[in-house]
């Protein structure tokens, strides 16, 4: 069974682009869930997509954005980079059942500069 | 508001040694707790989750309600248990589903 396939796994950027990460859950998985992992702040969360609907947000600025389509597989987009959005950006999925685990990609290592 | 704690940055233990990784919450709900680790250069990865009530590669994990605690702990610590260690609360609500990480112990064994 394939595991969660995030792409691309390194990106540099210049402050001001816009850029897009691709994520792919686990087949049969229709959770899928963005988070940016930085030294200072740890993991944070950033949204939860299920059945192409956001269903959750975390406390990031509407520069962040997301969708997911019906395959589930889920993008997100970060316009007018800052230099502070460096970071891994992970993706997890999962099927939603309860106590059911979160499974995790290797991570988009963005980098603005 | 739910929170995590790991109120320790980094642990270094000497190989054959207990160790005890600490984890405390705060949740309004039922929690339901896991501990993920990550080893160097390969991605997050459930270690185990407390309704399990299982012991994986040694470790255990008990929930404490009255404590709000959610310790991960091995007796005999190895050095492939070197890695970044992250408590993580899981919160359900009427729209959906997220995790709350805590910031992290890095566990290093030493020889």
């Known amino acids: 069974k394939a595991g969660v396939t995030q792409t691309p796994r390194y990106l540099i950027k210049t402050r001001g682009q816009q850029v897009t990460l691709s994520c792919s859950p686990i087949?049969?998985?229709?959770?899928v869930s963005w988070y940016q992992q930085t030294p200072g702040q740890g993991l944070q969360f950033l949204f939860e997509y299920f059945s192409e609907t956001q269903r959750n947000k975390g406390n990031f600025p509407g520069r962040f954005s997301g969708r997911q389509f019906s395959n589930s597989r889920s993008e997100m987009n970060v316009s007018t980079l800052e230099l502070g959005d460096s970071a891994l950006y992970l993706c997890a999925s999962s099927f939603q059942d309860e106590n059911t685990e979160a499974f995790f990609g290797q991570g988009t290592r963005l980098t603005v500069v | 508001a739910q929170r995590v704690t790991q109120p320790e940055k980094l642990l270094s233990v000497f190989k054959g040694a207990p160790v005890e990784l600490k984890c405390n919450y705060s949740y309004s709900g039922s929690p339901e707790l896991f501990w993920y680790v990550q080893y160097s250069r390969q991605r997050l990865q459930l270690l185990l989750r407390h309704i399990s009530r299982e012991s994986i590669k040694g470790f255990t994990a008990d929930l404490n309600k009255g404590e709000t605690s959610f310790h991960l702990k091995k007796p005999f610590a190895q050095e492939e248990d070197s890695a970044m260690y992250y408590c993580a609360l899981s919160v359900r609500d009427n729209y959906g589903q997220n995790f709350v990480f805590g910031p992290g112990t890095r566990l290093s064994v030493l020889p």
């Open positions: 087949s049969g998985h229709r959770s």
